[in-house]
């Protein structure tokens, strides 16, 4: 019987490790829920992200049998990862083709953010860093250096509850979506981007 969180459970850095670690990255929900568990389904949404594909075409591409193809996109569906394309333009009344559920950030697009994403990214770090005294001196106000850890040793956590707490009063805002229940019960919010430098 597991430990909860209620009586004492840890809270881990990702709600992927433990679901008792109450921390709600909207993304999450993706990697708890096992929804993208094995590299095929991983495979699928990176060949139907350049082109909405039907099952036919992405057996070919991946050299598996339809039926198999079809379980992981009838899977994908269920769980709104993937979804129809209404607009892609039909051969036959009765083939479907088949697009992610969640944006995808091409390079191009990426691009047109890169400049703004930089400079508030730079505002953040050199916020970080103007605090990092008076963060130090919060770190010596506690047993962690007693018990043998260095403030380099929870940095990281300290930036990702920084971080976590922008994110939070920002959806409380509107600013940003908070994670939205999908028909499987399962809360998320979800994008990739195309490969390339994330400097």
């Not at 990255?25 to 990176?46: C, F, H, S, Y």
């Not at 198999?68 to 994908?76: A, F, G, P, Q, S």
Request: aromatic content about 10%; hydrophobic content about 35%; charged content about 30%.
């Amino acid at each position: 019987m597991g430990v909860s969180n209620g009586d004492g459970g840890l809270q881990f850095p990702c709600e992927c490790v433990s679901k008792n670690s109450g921390y709600s990255d909207p993304w999450a929900g993706v990697a708890q829920n096992r929804l993208l568990p094995d590299g095929t389904k991983e495979q699928i949404v990176n060949l139907v992200a350049g082109r909405p594909r039907t099952v036919a075409q992405l057996a070919k591409a991946l050299d598996l049998a339809q039926p198999t193809v079809l379980r992981h996109i009838n899977e994908m569906v269920a769980s709104e990862l993937l979804r129809e394309s209404e607009e892609w333009e039909r051969k036959y009344p009765t083939e479907r083709y088949y697009e992610p559920n969640f944006p995808i950030i091409k390079a191009h697009e990426r691009a047109e953010f890169e400049s703004l994403c930089t400079e508030m990214a730079e505002a953040l770090a050199d916020l970080f860093e103007k605090r990092r005294k008076k963060l130090e001196a919060a770190f010596d106000k506690t047993a962690l250096g007693e018990r043998g850890w260095a403030f380099s040793d929870v940095a990281q956590y300290l930036f990702a509850r920084v971080q976590r707490g922008a994110r939070e009063r920002l959806e409380r805002r509107g600013l940003l979506p908070t994670p939205e229940a999908h028909e499987n019960g399962v809360e998320w919010v979800f994008w990739a981007e195309e490969a390339g430098s994330n400097k």
